[in-house]
């Protein structure tokens, strides 16, 4: 418990910084609040790069929309450009959860090979159905160049206390499955049935504190907790690890006579 409180000491004192800000980040948003022309000019061109590199640039898309922090008043430093494409997978293929679990390996894939920053803050690419409700107080479509949702400004409260214990609760999870080193194929197997039960599990988390208590829920906020200190990125890597035992085979040598 010494090193999830130390983790925890490590990044509380970032946690102020997503309270409401006075104004939007002006590096971003200008005239009357819209989007500044070369913000925009680069989103666009970011998500038709994307689609096009993930082979389904014959794909209609319906919108590309800026969210998240940066599209509202609680932005911080470390606040990523969330820029969303929105596509209706049954334009790909009627399962679509085999369409998310691709685009889902498209954008890991990307992430590794690119690292680019807009005025300081990095682009993460998300394909969203167009039937999948995406909650934000703050939603700005850069292919119409208008709000969908306009953000509000409010003050909030944060739940430190909860925070830390829902933080806290999901690391252990996390440092629990990585301790886990039998090779044995069916054990491996558990232990990926752990990694992806736990995935969904944050996923959720989040998306319920989203929908009851927005972007300051408790939910919310312990989810950029585990992320600035990236145990979602170890979560990741334990499962990729994983599969790859799961999946290989030691290669037998026959002893010289």
Same mark, same amino acid.
């Given at each position: 418990?010494?090193?999830?409180?130390?983790?925890?000491?490590?990044?509380?004192?970032? /946690?102020?910084?997503?309270?409401?800000?006075? *104004?939007?980040?002006?590096?971003?948003?200008?005239?009357?609040?819209?989007?500044?022309?070369?913000?925009?000019?680069?989103?666009?061109?970011?998500?038709?790069?994307?689609?096009?590199?993930?082979?389904?640039?014959?794909?209609?898309?319906?919108?590309? @929309?800026? @969210?998240?922090?940066?599209?509202?008043?609680?932005?911080?430093?470390?606040?990523?450009?969330?820029?969303?494409?929105?596509?209706?997978?049954? *334009?790909?293929?009627?399962?679509?959860?085999?369409?998310?679990?691709?685009?889902?390996?498209?954008?890991? /894939?990307?992430?590794?090979?690119?690292?680019?920053?807009?005025?300081?803050?990095?682009?993460?690419?998300?394909?969203? *159905?167009?039937?999948?409700?995406?909650?934000?107080?703050?939603?700005?479509?850069?292919?119409?160049?208008?709000?969908?949702?306009?953000?509000?400004?409010?003050?909030?409260?944060?739940?430190?206390?909860?925070?830390?214990?829902?933080?806290?609760?999901?690391?252990?999870?996390?440092?629990?499955?990585?301790?886990?080193?039998?090779? %044995?194929?069916?054990?491996?197997?558990?232990?990926?049935?752990?990694?992806?039960?736990?995935?969904?599990?944050?996923?959720?988390?989040?998306?319920?504190?989203?929908?009851?208590?927005?972007?300051?829920?408790?939910?919310?906020?312990?989810?950029?907790? /585990?992320?600035?200190?990236?145990? /979602?990125?170890?979560?990741?890597?334990?499962?990729?690890?994983?599969? %790859?035992?799961?999946?290989?085979?030691?290669?037998?040598?026959?002893?010289?006579?």
């Amino acid at each position: 418990m010494k090193v999830h409180f130390q983790n925890w000491r490590k990044h509380v004192d970032s /946690l102020p910084s997503f309270r409401a800000k006075m *104004d939007l980040n002006r590096e971003f948003w200008g005239r009357e609040d819209y989007i500044e022309s070369e913000v925009q000019e680069k989103l666009l061109q970011i998500a038709r790069d994307f689609m096009e590199s993930s082979d389904v640039s014959n794909v209609p898309i319906k919108d590309i @929309t800026f @969210t998240g922090s940066l599209a509202n008043y609680n932005y911080s430093k470390r606040s990523d450009v969330d820029l969303h494409i929105i596509i209706d997978f049954d *334009d790909v293929d009627e399962n679509s959860e085999l369409v998310k679990e691709f685009f889902d390996f498209k954008r890991a /894939l990307w992430n590794q090979n690119h690292k680019i920053l807009i005025n300081g803050h990095e682009v993460e690419i998300y394909v969203q *159905d167009v039937k999948e409700p995406h909650v934000s107080t703050g939603v700005y479509s850069v292919l119409d160049d208008q709000w969908l949702t306009k953000p509000n400004r409010e003050e909030t409260d944060i739940d430190y206390d909860n925070i830390k214990k829902k933080s806290q609760s999901l690391m252990k999870e996390i440092d629990g499955i990585e301790r886990i080193e039998e090779f %044995d194929v069916g054990v491996l197997e558990k232990k990926l049935n752990k990694i992806n039960r736990l995935k969904e599990k944050i996923r959720k988390f989040r998306k319920i504190g989203l929908e009851t208590d927005g972007e300051y829920s408790i939910e919310n906020l312990s989810f950029k907790v /585990l992320r600035m200190n990236g145990y /979602l990125k170890k979560l990741s890597d334990l499962k990729k690890n994983t599969y %790859d035992e799961m999946m290989s085979l030691e290669e037998e040598y026959e002893t010289p006579t």
